[in-house]
T-cell receptor, first 114, second 114 residues
Framework: GAGVSQSPSNKVTEKGKDVELRCDPI?????LYWYRQSLGQGLEFLIY????????KSGLPSDRFSAERTGGSVSTLTIQRTQQEDSAVYLC????????????FGSGTQLSVL | AQSVTQLGSHVSVSEGALVLLRCNYS??????LFWYVQYPNQGLQLLLK??????LVKGINGFEAEFKKSETSFHLTKPSAHMSDAAEYFC????????????FGTGTKLQVIP
């Protein structure tokens, strides 16, 4: 596609439910990031996939969070047993090889946990 | 390890005045440095980046930033603010070379007063 696509754009869920957020990166981009943007918290790194390397999961806030990237393309971020503090905008970004390449961001998924 | 500190979560300037958004970084290796901008209701986009070479880099919309190794800084400036510059600005760092993650600062919201 022309850009990074995220779905859904909005997700409202009840506390304790599981949610899956999807990211379709730009075709051919080997690097894929998930960030969380909360009011007053800036851009919080969650996880980073680079090619076939093991992902950098150092930013995942708890074991309720997990992510996978299938076939080096689409990625899914899963949050189990959601809590109200998980409410935020979840952003996906991709880039071509090399850390000096700019990141292309999706529009994000606004997650609201009631 | 790497980190970014942005001084001032909110900055207000008058239209036509100088814009100065501060960014200091910490990196154990030479850094690549970036400024991203997020306009209201839009996704993040790259404003400018420093990788190697000239330490003064120019970006879109009249913004520029100077890499100062001795001060570990990468402040963003624009000589004359325009109303359309109102947005949130994020400084980011990644290690030069290799394929390591990009780390963002907490962001600075710029308000332009008419």
């Amino acid at each position: 596609g022309a850009g990074v696509s995220q779905s859904p754009s909005n997700k409202v869920t009840e506390k304790g439910k599981d949610v899956e957020l999807r990211c379709d990166p730009i075709s051919g981009h080997t690097a894929l990031y998930w960030y969380r943007q909360s009011l007053g918290q800036g851009l919080e790194f969650l996880i980073y996939f680079q090619g076939n390397s093991a992902p950098d999961k150092s930013g995942l806030p708890s074991d309720r969070f997990s992510a996978e990237r299938t076939g080096g393309s689409v990625s899914t971020l899963t949050i189990q047993r959601t809590q109200q503090e998980d409410s935020a905008v979840y952003l996906c970004a991709s880039s071509s090889q090399g850390p000096n390449e700019k990141l292309f961001f999706g529009s994000g998924t606004q997650l609201s946990v009631l | 390890a790497q980190s970014v500190t942005q001084l001032g979560s909110h900055v207000s300037v008058s239209e036509g005045a100088l814009v100065l958004l501060r960014c200091n970084y910490s990196s154990s290796v030479p850094p690549y440095l970036f400024w991203y901008v997020q306009y209201p209701n839009q996704g993040l986009q790259l404003l400018l980046k420093y990788t190697t070479g000239a330490t003064l880099v120019k970006g879109i919309n009249g913004f520029e930033a100077e890499f100062k190794k001795s001060e570990t800084s990468f402040h963003l400036t624009k000589p004359s603010a325009h109303m359309s510059d109102a947005a949130e600005y994020f400084c980011a760092v990644s290690p030069a070379g290799g394929y390591q993650k990009v780390t963002f600062g907490t962001g600075t919201k710029l308000q332009v007063i008419p």
